[in-house]
């Protein structure tokens, strides 16, 4: 990787401000979901062993700029604690007196996490001043924030312009190393599955990894619409209309049998058919269509996954998402998965650790994948 990286960092004694990406699900004052806390974990003890005093930066949920005790991180911080066996300080204040004076207390080897970012209207904004303000709880920053680097705040942007020196975390380094991996597919074959709902959200990151890969496994809802623009008839299936010229498009510049699209569909009430009557809504792949796909995943020497098959919430539509996740497992490739309703799709089948990369950025992973520069990225320090 060409950025600066924490290891090179000499951090004994040091104030490190650490960016980490903490945004998880609470349940209550409890942290229902610790997936990205813990994939921050190495970064973290490797600063503890190492001497530095650490300041922790975290967003959670979407406070719109002020202060609501709904997203605290205070459950964040007791939570980490308990997972280190170490006290983790907290200050009620992101920044100013108060995160200074306890910052100033640490010991080394000591922890501090500070209020939710997103509680300072300047956060978002990118604003110069609040970013210095962040700035004065640290001597370097280390940013281990992947998926919140693709948006140009202060905690990821504004802050490094004033520090001499900003490294990535070993979290950062290890999404970089295998989304770069699928960015730039120097083993075949490569093989991409796409889900979800709406073409829409994806047509950048299709029309860019559809330059190199071998075939694209198109499941989900936005499948319709590349059914329709071949002009089969979809009954009343998801579809985006204003999208079907897009997929003629993308369907027409491929190359003979890159684009594989479902063959059988199970409708709403749980019905198998090949040709979808008028009327009748599809909801997820069918077993033909799962075969299939399979075949295709087991041949891949690299593979990435992003989106459900069909309704995967409800059972039995959740089949087809059930069974790539199975295949995906199995893959003897390298296998990179990432969004949200991916990785719950891994877990519900008991197959999240059989992959070689969980990416913890939705958002991040597909601009990422799409050919776009993350500013949070581009901001750290060359090597």
Same mark, same amino acid.
């Given at each position: 990787?060409?950025?600066l990286?924490?290891? &090179?960092?000499?951090?004994?004694?040091?104030?490190?401000?650490?960016?980490?990406d903490?945004?998880?699900?609470?349940?209550?004052?409890q942290?229902a979901?610790?997936?990205?806390?813990?994939?921050s974990?190495?970064?973290?003890?490797?600063l503890?062993?190492?001497?530095?005093?650490?300041?922790?930066? *975290?967003h959670?949920?979407?406070?719109?700029?002020?202060?609501?005790?709904?997203?605290?991180?205070?459950?964040?911080?007791?939570?980490?604690?308990r997972?280190?066996?170490?006290?983790?300080g907290?200050s009620?204040?992101?920044?100013?007196?108060?995160?200074?004076?306890?910052?100033?207390?640490?010991a080394?080897?000591g922890?501090l996490m500070?209020?939710n970012?997103?509680f300072q209207?300047?956060?978002?904004?990118?604003?110069?001043?609040?970013?210095r303000?962040?700035s004065? =709880?640290?001597?370097?920053?280390v940013?281990d924030?992947f998926?919140?680097?693709?948006?140009?705040h *202060?905690?990821?942007v504004?802050?490094?312009?004033?520090?001499?020196?900003?490294a990535?975390?070993?979290?950062?380094?290890?999404?970089?190393?295998?989304l770069?991996?699928?960015?730039?597919?120097?083993?075949h074959?490569?093989?991409?599955?796409?889900?979800?709902?709406k073409?829409s959200?994806k047509?950048?990151l299709?029309?860019?990894l *559809?330059?190199?890969?071998?075939?694209?496994?198109?499941?989900?809802?936005?499948?319709?619409?590349?059914?329709?623009?071949?002009?089969?008839?979809?009954?009343?299936?998801?579809?985006?209309?204003?999208?079907? &010229?897009?997929?003629?498009?993308l369907? *027409?510049?491929?190359?003979?049998?890159?684009?594989?699209?479902?063959?059988?569909?199970?409708?709403?009430?749980g019905?198998?058919?090949?040709?979808?009557p008028?009327?009748?809504k599809?909801?997820?792949i069918g077993?033909?269509?799962?075969?299939?796909?399979?075949?295709?995943?087991?041949?891949?020497?690299? =593979?990435f996954w992003?989106?459900p098959?069909?309704?995967?919430?409800k059972?039995?539509?959740?089949?087809?998402t059930?069974?790539?996740?199975?295949?995906?497992?199995?893959?003897?490739g390298?296998?990179?998965?990432?969004?949200?309703?991916?990785v719950?799709?891994?877990?519900a089948?008991?197959?999240e650790?059989?992959?070689?990369?969980?990416?913890?950025?939705?958002?991040?992973?597909?601009?990422?994948?799409?050919?776009?520069?993350?500013?949070?990225?581009?901001?750290?320090?060359?090597r």
């Open positions: 990787m060409a950025k990286s924490v290891k &090179d960092l000499d951090v004994n004694g040091k104030l490190v401000l650490l960016r980490v903490f945004n998880v699900p609470l349940a209550g004052n942290v979901d610790d997936a990205r806390i813990t994939a974990l190495p970064t973290i003890r490797h503890i062993e190492h001497g530095a005093r650490v300041v922790m930066c *975290a959670l949920g979407r406070p719109k700029g002020k202060p609501d005790a709904r997203y605290s991180l205070k459950p964040v911080a007791e939570h980490l604690e997972l280190l066996d170490k006290n983790v907290f009620p204040e992101t920044v100013g007196a108060t995160a200074q004076e306890m910052a100033a207390r640490l080394p080897g922890l500070v209020e970012l997103r209207p300047g956060e978002e904004a990118n604003d110069a001043a609040f970013a303000q962040l004065e =709880l640290g001597e370097v920053y940013n924030a998926g919140a680097d693709h948006r140009a *202060a905690s990821t504004g802050v490094t312009k004033f520090f001499t020196q900003a990535a975390g070993f979290l950062l380094q290890k999404e970089l190393d295998y770069g991996r699928v960015l730039v597919a120097k083993d074959p490569f093989v991409v599955i796409l889900g979800g709902a073409i959200d047509l950048p299709i029309a860019h *559809a330059k190199q890969a071998d075939r694209l496994l198109i499941g989900g809802g936005m499948a319709y619409t590349f059914l329709k623009a071949q002009g089969q008839g979809i009954g009343d299936s998801l579809v985006q209309e204003d999208f079907l &010229d897009a997929a003629k498009k369907l *027409a510049e491929s190359r003979p049998g890159q684009f594989v699209l479902p063959v059988d569909h199970v409708l709403e009430h019905e198998v058919v090949r040709d979808i008028a009327g009748g599809a909801m997820d077993p033909e269509s799962r075969a299939n796909f399979a075949g295709h995943i087991a041949t891949a020497k690299i =593979l992003n989106g098959m069909g309704v995967f919430e059972p039995p539509l959740d089949a087809g059930l069974a790539v996740a199975r295949a995906v497992a199995m893959c003897a390298v296998t990179v998965a990432g969004g949200g309703d991916s719950a799709a891994l877990r089948a008991g197959v650790d059989k992959l070689s990369h969980v990416s913890t950025g939705g958002g991040a992973s597909l601009e990422f994948l799409s050919g776009d520069v993350l500013p949070g990225v581009a901001a750290l320090t060359d």
